[in-house]
């Protein structure tokens, strides 16, 4: 064989050598971190029942400041909380020592200090767990058990990015009267026999309070996150119009993530994969009300989307509004470890998942067994959605590995 031709022969041996050898590491790469998340996954399933029990061994931290250690910038809370059962007791029980109206917003909602000096916001109870809201898929007062509901979900989806909210009772005439403010005092009233509220708020009326069974209300309360992590809120870039007649950009531009790709935060870091993220969790609980969302301040695009808010969601079982999937299927990106563990949760796993983790809240059951069958079969509408973009697109373009280190020193 001439000279010409060996080298000819090695170079391409060598070009064989090299794209096997990357093709193979890039192999075992994906298949180390598809084992991962399956260990993840069996993890969160072995760890869904969180007992409300008082104890904290090996500690003298209060709960309060158990959590408040949590937050890190891509968590609220960490994959191993042996102590979250203690922390959601203590949110489910210590002692009510303060009572105000709540903080800004167009729903009613009360803001209670607790025994510790821990803040949390109290949602009143409003609907029956079998009540429809019927109309738009944003219609309806806020429901209380859906704040549960969401955060479990969030718990189950591995994001963490929920803060924490637990079921309580409460008693209006001597847990909160004592201690409320006068402005959240004077909006109390009594309709029949029983102790009402209407706080202060965009829609607050007095005319539609919030009423007790006798004076004993359920609501549920969501954990005040630490003031050293302050928030910043952004509009949401598939937010709606709430105009009848007006459409948003994303509701007839069918290019219009690739304009949100060119803009900031969007168009580099985590950010854009987190607005896929929350559109699934929000179809998935039927939340088509996320106009705006929070992330922590000065983050350039680091930080997570902050799962606030999930209230308005498990209205309508039979409803399942596709507009809240737009993200996903204008963009057709999802990170591969979300995929993966919509993967695992077929099959009905994840309705059984949800019932089991809800199973010790203090208002269980937290939701109709018409709203947990809805939400596998939302779940198989996601899933065809990922197929029709990698069908189309193929699984390297759609399917994006993004995986961050979290550190909780």
Same mark, same amino acid.
């Given at each position: 064989m001439k000279l010409k031709q060996r080298v000819v022969l090695l170079a391409i041996l060598l070009v064989i050598f090299i794209f096997t050898k990357v093709f193979l590491i890039d192999n075992?790469?994906?298949? $180390? $971190? @598809?084992?991962?998340?399956?260990? $993840?996954f069996q993890r969160m399933l072995s760890g869904l029942r969180v007992a409300l029990d008082p104890r904290?061994? %090996? &500690?003298?931290?209060?709960?309060?400041?158990? $959590?408040?250690?949590? /937050? /890190?910038?891509?968590e609220v809370y960490p994959e191993d909380t042996p102590e979250m059962g203690a922390v959601m007791h203590a949110m489910s029980t210590k002692k009510i020592v303060k009572a105000d109206v709540g903080y800004k917003g167009t729903q009613l909602k009360a803001l209670l200090i607790l025994e510790g000096g821990q803040k949390v916001v109290f949602k009143p109870k409003r609907y029956a767990r079998d009540y429809i809201v019927e109309g738009e898929p944003y219609a309806g007062y806020d429901r209380h058990n859906a704040e549960v509901a969401a955060f479990h979900l969030d718990r189950i989806l591995g994001f963490r990015r929920a803060p924490l909210v637990v079921g309580r009772f409460v008693n209006l005439r001597t847990e909160i009267k004592p201690v409320a403010t006068e402005q959240?005092? =004077? &909006?109390?009233? &009594? /309709? =029949?026999? @029983? &102790?009402?509220?209407?706080g202060k708020c965009y829609y607050c009326r007095e005319t539609e309070p919030a009423c007790a069974d006798g004076d004993i209300m359920e609501g549920s309360v969501t954990l005040w996150l630490p003031d050293v992590w302050p928030l910043q809120k952004h509009r949401h870039p598939w937010g709606r119009t709430y105009r009848e007649g007006k459409l948003a950009r994303w509701e007839y531009d069918e290019?219009?993530?690739?304009? /949100?790709k060119k803009t900031s935060p969007y168009d580099s870091g985590p950010r854009l994969l987190d607005i896929i993220d929350t559109a699934v969790f929000d179809y998935?609980? =039927?939340?088509?009300?996320? %106009? %705006?969302?929070?992330?922590?301040?000065d983050d350039e695009g680091a930080s997570m989307l902050i799962l606030l808010d999930n209230a308005k969601s498990f209205g309508n079982p039979a409803l399942d509004e596709r507009s809240i999937l737009a993200p996903l299927y204008q963009c057709c990106i999802i990170r591969v470890s979300t995929w993966n563990r919509l993967n695992y949760l077929k099959n009905g796993v994840l309705k059984s998942a949800l019932k089991t983790a809800m199973s010790h809240d203090p208002i269980s059951p937290v939701l109709s067994d018409p709203h947990l069958d809805a939400l596998?079969?939302?779940?198989?509408s996601i899933l065809a959605t990922v197929k029709q973009c990698t069908d189309q697109f193929g699984p390297d373009v759609v399917l994006v590995e993004d995986r961050m280190t979290l550190s909780h020193l």
């Open positions: 075992l790469d994906t298949s $180390a $971190a @598809n084992r991962e998340d399956q260990r $993840a904290l061994e %090996h &500690t003298l931290q209060s709960p309060w400041e158990i $959590a408040a250690q949590w /937050v /890190v910038p891509r959240l005092l =004077g &909006t109390f009233m &009594t /309709v =029949g026999n @029983n &102790t009402c509220f209407y290019s219009y993530c690739d304009a /949100v998935l609980i =039927g939340n088509a009300d996320r %106009h %705006h969302y929070e992330s922590f301040q596998d079969q939302r779940l198989l």
